[in-house]
C-alpha cells in the first residue's frame, strides 16, 4: 500500500503546529524562510515574503499587486478575518483578503522557482 505524503509550504511561522493543533492535519511541512535565512546572501536587509519577492524576481508596479501584496501585513489580515468572523456576508473583506493570499501565494510560487536557480553550496539540497 502506497502511502501519500503531503508538503505544506510556507514562509516562517508555526504553520506545522497550526496543521497539527488546530486541523488535526499532519503534514510535513518546509520553511521557505529558513531556508532563504540560511543559504540566500543577497543585498536585503530582512527576510520578509516582499523583501525576498522583490530580490529574487523583481518589484511589481501593479495597482493590484501594490494593494494586496504590498501595503498588506498580518495586522491588517486579521482585521479582515475578524470582519468576516462578524458578518460572514461581507463581501469586501472577502474578496480582500482571498487577493492578499493570492498575492501571497503567487510570491511564494515564484520564489520556489527561483530559489533552485541560485547557485549554493553542494551540502544544501532544496526538496
Known amino acids: 500500500m502506497q502511502r501519500k505524503i503531503t508538503f505544506s509550504f510556507h514562509w ?3 504553520d506545522r503546529k497550526l496543521l497539527k493543533e488546530e486541523l488535526n492535519y499532519d503534514a510535513r ?3 521557505l524562510l529558513y531556508r532563504v535565512q540560511v543559504s540566500l546572501v543577497a543585498p ?3 527576510a520578509t515574503l516582499r523583501d525576498v ?3 529574487l524576481c523583481g ?3 501593479d495597482e493590484w499587486w501594490k494593494k494586496s501584496f504590498y501595503e498588506m501585513d ?3 489580515k486579521r482585521t ?3 470582519r468576516i468572523l462578524k458578518d460572514p456576508n461581507d463581501l469586501s473583506a472577502r474578496k480582500e483578503l482571498m487577493d492578499a493570499n493570492k498575492a501571497d501565494l503567487i510570491a511564494l510560487g515564484r520564489i520556489i522557482q ?3 536557480k541560485l547557485h549554493t553550496s553542494s551540502h544544501l539540497q532544496w526538496v
Open 12 to 14: 516562517g511561522g508555526a
Open 29 to 31: 511541512t518546509l520553511n
Open 44 to 46: 536585503i536587509s530582512s
Open 53 to 55: 519577492h522583490d530580490v
Open 59 to 61: 518589484h511589481k508596479e
Open 74 to 76: 498580518g495586522f491588517y
Open 80 to 82: 479582515l478575518c475578524n
Open 114 to 116: 527561483e530559489l533552485p
